[in-house]
Structures are given as C-alpha cells and as structure tokens.
C-alpha cells in the first residue's frame, strides 16, 4: 500500500490550500482514509477522517468549519481542503489509511502512511 501525499507549500496566515493524497496497491475503498499533522517538536495530531464510502466524517475541534476531507473512491484519492489557516498549523501534513469500519483518531489506530506534505504559514 502506497500513500503519496501532494500540495503543501508555504501560504500567508489566513490563506487556503488544498491537500491530495494519491494511493496504490490496495482497495481504496476498504479503507478509512485519515490526515494528521505534525510540528516539529510536537507529536502527531489528529485532522480529519473519512469513512470508506465518504458518508461519515470527524474533525478537529481546532479545524471545524475551516477544513474539508473528502474522497474520490474512483480516483483513489482523499483531499484535505484548509481555509483560515493559521501560523501555528505550520506542519508535516500526513495521509494514513485505516482497514477498520470506526472512524478513529488515533494515528496508532491506521496501518499505512505517507510520507507526508509540509505546509508552512507565515504571520
């Protein structure tokens, strides 16, 4: 199972950007398909996740209302759609998939990851 992360890059604080996560060698629809971030420093944190057929979603607190996951099951890809970004979500944004039916937020809950996209935000 490979998980490609795409579309981070630097945006000045308050601005959008719209991660992809483009995967392979697996059924992507038997999978949750989750996105965490990490700051340096800091220890992995849960984003956003989807369920297998894009139905049911759960969030951040820190994020609702300002991010979107979504999926397209035919192109075997999840986004990660971020408005209002602030300068402390400056971080290595990460796709995981996850073969369980509960939408989790735990990143030891997922068995694939990606590589990671960095997204860096300047005050």
């Known amino acids: 199972v490979q998980l490609v992360e795409s579309g981070g890059g630097v945006v000045q604080a308050g601005g959008s950007l719209r991660l992809s996560c483009a995967t392979s060698?697996?059924?992507?629809?038997?999978?949750?398909m989750g996105w965490f971030r990490q700051a340096p420093g800091k220890d992995r944190e849960f984003v956003a996740v989807?369920?297998?057929?894009?139905?049911?979603?759960l969030y951040a607190d820190s994020v609702k209302g300002r991010f979107t996951i979504s999926r397209d099951n035919a192109k075997n890809t999840v986004h990660l759609q971020m408005y209002s970004l602030k300068h402390e979500e400056k971080a290595a944004y990460f796709c995981?998939?996850?073969?369980?039916?509960?939408?989790?937020?735990?990143?030891?809950?997922?068995?694939?990851w990606g590589q990671g996209t960095q997204v860096t935000v300047s005050s």
């Open positions: 060698g697996h059924t992507f629809n038997w999978y949750a």
């Open positions: 995981a998939a996850d073969d369980y039916l509960v939408l989790h937020t735990t990143d030891t809950e997922y068995q694939y």
């Open positions: 989807i369920s297998r057929s894009g139905d049911n979603t």
